[in-house]
C-alpha cells in the first residue's frame, strides 16, 4: 500500500542570490585570416581605452571604433549563474524564497520558519531560526505570492540543510503544514597551515595560506590579533607598506596560489620587577592568537574568515634561567684578545637555590675562557637575580659559540646544562 503525498495549496521555491558573471561567446573567424586570434580585438580594445605606454600595435591602422568587439571572447552581457554553485567558508548566504498560493481559494494566517541544520542531529534543535513570521501572519490570495528574503554566515564547513516550515489556515479551516528542505556543502576557501620558532623569549608564526577555489582571489585584510601576553610585530611590510611585498600582484591569488606570511610575537620585556609567577606565564603560554583574514571574488564579493585559536607547545622554563646575556663595555671582538660577557641568572623554582656555574672547555675549544672554570653564586632566594661575568680569549677568526657550561644547585641536586651564552663575530 503506498501513501499519497498529501496536496497543499501552497507552492514554495527557493534561489540562491548570486553575483552576475559576464556572458562568454565563441566568435567565428574567417578561415583564411593570417593574424592572430588576439589581434583585432586588442587593436580594438586599445583604440576605445588607449595605456599610459602608449599604443600597442603603433605601426597598425587602427580600424573605426564605432564597431563592437564581435570578436573578443567576453561580451558586456551579464548572466546569472545557471546552478546553486559552491558556497564557501566565511562568504554570506542570501536566498529569496517565493510562497504562492496555486489554489482559487484564500489561505490566512499564513507564517514561515527558516533555519539552517549543521553539526549533529542533537544540536540541531538549539539553532535560532533565520526567519519567524509566526507574529506577523498574512493572508494570501488566489495566485498572490509571498517574497522573503534569508541571509546566513557560512561559519561552518560541510553539509548544511536549510529548512522550510510553513503553517497555513486552509479554505476548510484546517491547520496544517508544509515542510521543505534543502542541501547544500560549505567548502574550505582558503587552506591555512602554521609552524611555529621559538627565538628566544620571542616566537615567530609562519602563515601558508593557500586558495582553494576554483576562481581568483583578492586579499584585503590579513591580520593577526595576539592574545595575551603576547604583542605582535608584522614582518610582512618593506618600508611600512605591505603591497611591496607581493610586488604589483597586491592581494591578487589565482587558484592554488600560495603565500606566506611572518609574525613576531613578543612577551613584556624582563625587567627587575618582573615576578616568578609573571614569567611563568609567558612561558608556559599556549595560546598565540587568531587569524582574520578578508577577501573579495568576482564582482566584490565579500568573503571573512576568522581562524580559531592558534596554539604552539609550551617550552616550559628551566629552574635556573639564564637573562639578557651580552657582551660587557664593547660591541666588537679581536682574535687573541680577551673580553667579558655578562648574564643574570635568576632562581624562577618555588625554593631557595645555591647555585654554582662550571664552564665547559672542550665543547667550544676555539673560544677558551680565562681564569676559573668554576663559579659560585651563592644562594638565591625565589625570583633572586645574581650577576655572572666571564671571560674569554677567541683564538679564531668568524662567528664563535662560546658559554657552554652547567648550573647546579648544591641543595636539591637540580642541573641545568646550558649549551651556549652567545654567538659573536671575531674580527
Not at 593570417?34 to 605606454?53: G, I, K, W
Not at 517574497?147 to 510553513?166: F, R, S, V, W, Y
Not at 651580552?326 to 623554582?349: G, M
Not at 679564531?396 to 662560546?402: D, E, L, T, W
Request: glycine share 6%; with cysteine.
Amino acid at each position: 500500500m503506498s501513501l499519497m503525498r498529501e496536496a497543499h495549496p501552497l507552492t514554495l521555491k527557493v534561489m540562491r542570490l548570486s553575483r552576475p558573471v559576464l556572458a562568454e561567446t565563441q566568435p567565428l573567424l574567417p578561415l583564411d585570416s593570417s593574424e592572430s586570434v588576439l589581434a583585432q580585438p586588442l587593436r580594438e580594445a586599445e583604440q576605445s581605452r588607449p595605456t599610459a605606454r602608449g599604443q600597442i600595435f603603433s605601426d597598425l591602422q587602427l580600424p573605426d571604433t564605432r564597431h563592437p568587439l564581435d570578436t573578443f571572447p567576453l561580451t558586456e552581457t551579464l548572466v546569472l549563474p545557471r546552478s546553486f554553485g559552491t558556497m564557501f567558508l566565511g562568504e554570506t548566504f542570501l536566498a529569496q524564497m517565493c510562497i504562492c498560493n496555486e489554489s482559487s481559494m484564500v489561505v490566512r494566517d499564513v507564517s514561515v520558519k527558516v533555519v539552517v541544520l549543521t553539526g549533529p542531529q542533537q544540536q540541531q534543535q538549539q539553532q535560532q531560526p533565520l526567519l519567524d513570521t509566526s507574529g506577523s501572519a498574512q493572508q494570501l490570495a488566489a495566485g498572490q505570492p509571498l517574497n522573503l528574503q534569508i541571509t546566513h554566515e557560512i561559519k561552518e564547513l560541510g553539509m548544511h540543510i536549510l529548512g522550510c516550515t510553513i503553517s497555513y489556515l486552509s479554505a476548510q479551516g484546517e491547520h496544517k503544514t508544509l515542510q521543505r528542505s534543502f542541501r547544500f556543502q560549505a567548502a574550505n576557501p582558503l587552506v591555512v597551515k602554521t609552524k611555529v620558532n621559538h627565538l628566544k623569549r620571542d616566537v615567530l608564526l609562519e602563515v601558508q595560506v593557500h586558495n582553494a577555489t576554483p576562481s581568483p582571489l583578492v586579499l584585503e585584510r590579513m591580520r593577526f590579533d595576539p592574545a595575551s601576553p603576547f604583542a605582535v610585530q608584522d614582518l610582512n611590510e618593506v618600508d611600512g607598506n605591505k603591497a611591496l611585498l607581493w610586488g604589483d600582484s597586491g592581494g591578487l591569488m589565482q587558484p592554488g596560489d600560495v603565500r606566506q606570511y611572518l609574525y613576531r610575537l613578543q612577551p613584556p620585556a624582563v625587567t627587575k620587577d618582573t615576578t616568578v609567577e609573571q614569567e611563568r606565564a609567558v612561558q608556559y603560554a599556549t595560546a598565540l592568537g587568531k587569524l582574520d583574514i578578508l577577501w573579495r571574488g568576482a564582482f566584490g564579493s565579500v568573503g571573512r574568515l576568522q581562524t580559531s585559536q592558534l596554539l604552539r607547545k609550551s617550552p616550559g622554563m628551566f629552574l635556573i634561567e639564564v637573562e639578557q646575556a651580552a657582551l660587557l663595555d664593547r660591541d666588537t671582538v679581536s682574535i687573541e684578545q680577551p673580553f667579558v660577557a655578562q648574564a643574570r641568572i635568576r632562581n624562577v623554582s618555588e625554593r631557595k637555590m645555591a647555585v654554582s656555574a662550571t664552564v665547559h672547555t672542550h665543547k667550544h675549544p676555539l673560544m677558551m675562557p680565562c681564569g676559573p672554570v668554576r663559579h659560585d653564586l651563592g644562594e638565591l632566594d625565589v625570583g633572586q637575580v645574581r650577576e655572572l661575568e666571564l671571560e674569554f680569549l677567541p683564538l679564531a677568526a668568524g662567528v664563535q659559540r662560546f658559554g657552554a657550561m652547567a648550573f647546579c644547585d648544591s641543595i636539591s641536586g637540580y642541573t641545568r646544562e646550558l649549551d651556549y651564552l652567545l654567538d659573536v663575530f671575531v674580527e
